[in-house]
């Protein structure tokens, strides 16, 4: 499936290995998370999901996405906001995006 | 599976039955489920039609995870311009149901935006819900449509206020000194007081019709330029609005010496246990100059007192409208009824803050004719 995105004002990273893209990504993601959900940082993982944090309901999710957008400049679609079931999800999502837009 | 939105079609309906059955198997209440039919029986789309439904399902598969409408209208902006705006109403998620689809509710609301980008919506219970929570996330603006109330029955009210001990009519019961015990007392005279101002309002007549005709047009050709924002209201708009066939509605042409100074539209509201036995009426709609606002509000208050209404309640935005109210014997009560207008709708009406006050919101507008009455 391909998604359809638009980059506003280019990507926020640079060129990185993967392995350090993924983590630093993943630290992004979790730092927004904890603070939509209202978890420490340490609370959120790659599973942490709608099921499993009690804040992260409809309203929430619509933030993340919002808040996601405006961090990394760019326009998630409706496929990718679907895939983020958990926030390995989230990061799987972002990293597809990042690099198309790098490489 | 992806999630696909699209027109709700007659092949979905089954699909749609077993959606709602697993919202209301969720604990939903009785407004939670979404239209049974395909076809909307309110506001159907017709040739022509300047105001009309139309309803969307979020699909996986052949399951139904998700729903919502778009009411199809035109408003009119700074008294002379009309444009296409839509309400979005019903948006209902399996997210409800399971926290696995809390992705559909953002989901529909962005194609609602995709489909029509000047939307607002309206009621939703109050800033601290869901709806008016996500709305205010995608940078919507909202405010609360000024709540106006007079108490026919004190006696009846204030026994039945008491007892449902409802946090909202709790504040207004405190407000006017209920809870000392001379509730009732006080309420009469405070209206009394207020009944004694609008006995200055010069005479008129007030007659009941069956429908909407050229005369209206008059009206809102004479009146629109008072508001600056107002969802249309011409003889056609109104008789799609109110059919002549539906008789919840009580339709009131008011007239001064011999000339029509404007109208209204009044009913009983349906039975609600927020309310307990009190019967309550809501003048709906109304229609006038400046000058003759309060006397179609004296005409309204008469119509429903003579129902044998227990409460009268309405939502109106407009200040002008709202100094009619208050010059009619009605409270200003706490407001949970939202306003909220997308992105696009909000700069249509700027400036926002200086235009809402002339804004002309009513309990006609929205979804809530055929959910209240």
């Known amino acids: ?103 | 599976m992806a999630i696909v939105i699209e027109p709700y079609r007659e092949e979905h309906q089954a699909a749609m039955q077993e959606f709602n059955r697993r919202l209301q198997a969720a604990g939903g209440g009785p407004d939670l489920v979404f239209y049974r039919s395909s076809q909307p029986h309110w506001l159907p789309r017709a040739e022509n039609s300047s105001v009309y439904n139309e309803y969307f399902v979020a699909l996986e598969g052949v399951a139904v995870r998700g729903a919502y409408a778009l009411k199809h209208e035109k408003i009119l902006v700074g008294g002379s311009d009309l444009h296409s705006v839509a309400c979005y109403h019903h948006p209902l998620s399996e997210g409800v149901v399971s926290r696995s689809y809390a992705a559909v509710g953002g989901l529909l609301l962005r194609d609602a935006l995709k489909r029509q980008p000047r939307l607002y919506a309206l009621g939703m219970g109050g800033l601290d819900r869901p709806l008016a929570k996500m709305l205010a996330a995608m940078g919507w603006r909202l405010y609360l449509v000024p709540f106006y109330f007079r108490v026919v029955h004190p006696y009846r009210f204030l026994r039945q206020m008491r007892s449902l001990r409802e946090a909202r009519w709790r504040s207004v019961l405190m407000d006017l000194g209920a809870l000392t015990g001379v509730g009732p007392v006080a309420l009469r005279v405070l209206q009394g007081a207020a009944r004694l101002r609008s006995a200055s309002a010069r005479p008129f007549l007030a007659e009941q019709v069956d429908g909407f005709e050229g005369w209206a047009d008059s009206l809102w050709l004479a009146a629109r330029s008072e508001c600056s924002m107002t969802p249309a209201r011409d003889s056609e708009t109104l008789k799609m609005l109110y059919p002549a066939a539906d008789k919840h509605f009580t339709r009131l042409r008011i007239k001064r010496d011999d000339a029509i100074i404007g109208w209204t539209v009044v009913g009983e509201r349906r039975r609600d246990s927020k309310f307990g036995d009190l019967r309550v009426g809501s003048i709906i709609d109304c229609w006038a100059a400046s000058g003759d606002k309060l006397a179609v509000l004296l005409a309204a208050t008469e119509a429903l007192q003579a129902r044998g209404m227990d409460l009268i309640v309405a939502n109106h935005s407009h200040r002008v409208w709202g100094q009619a109210f208050q010059s009619a014997g009605y409270f200003k009560g706490p407001s949970n009824f939202v306003f909220a207008a997308s992105k696009e709708l909000t700069e249509l009406l700027q400036p926002f803050d200086q235009n809402k006050p002339s804004f002309h919101i009513t309990r006609a507008d929205g979804d809530g004719l055929p959910r209240n009455f």
């Open chain 1, 1 to 103: 499936m391909i998604s359809r995105f638009r980059v506003r004002n280019g990507s926020s990273c640079t060129q990185k290995s993967e392995h350090k893209l993924t983590s630093s990504l993943f630290e992004q993601v979790r730092t927004i998370a904890s603070d939509l959900f209202d978890v420490a940082p340490e609370g959120i993982t790659a599973e942490s999901s709608p099921e499993t944090l009690e804040k992260w309901d409809s309203v929430q999710h619509l933030s993340l996405v919002l808040a996601l957008e405006e961090r990394f400049h760019c326009q998630l679609t409706p496929e990718e906001i679907e895939h983020m079931h958990n926030i390995g999800g989230v990061v799987r999502v972002l990293e597809g995006k990042l690099q198309s837009a790098s490489g």
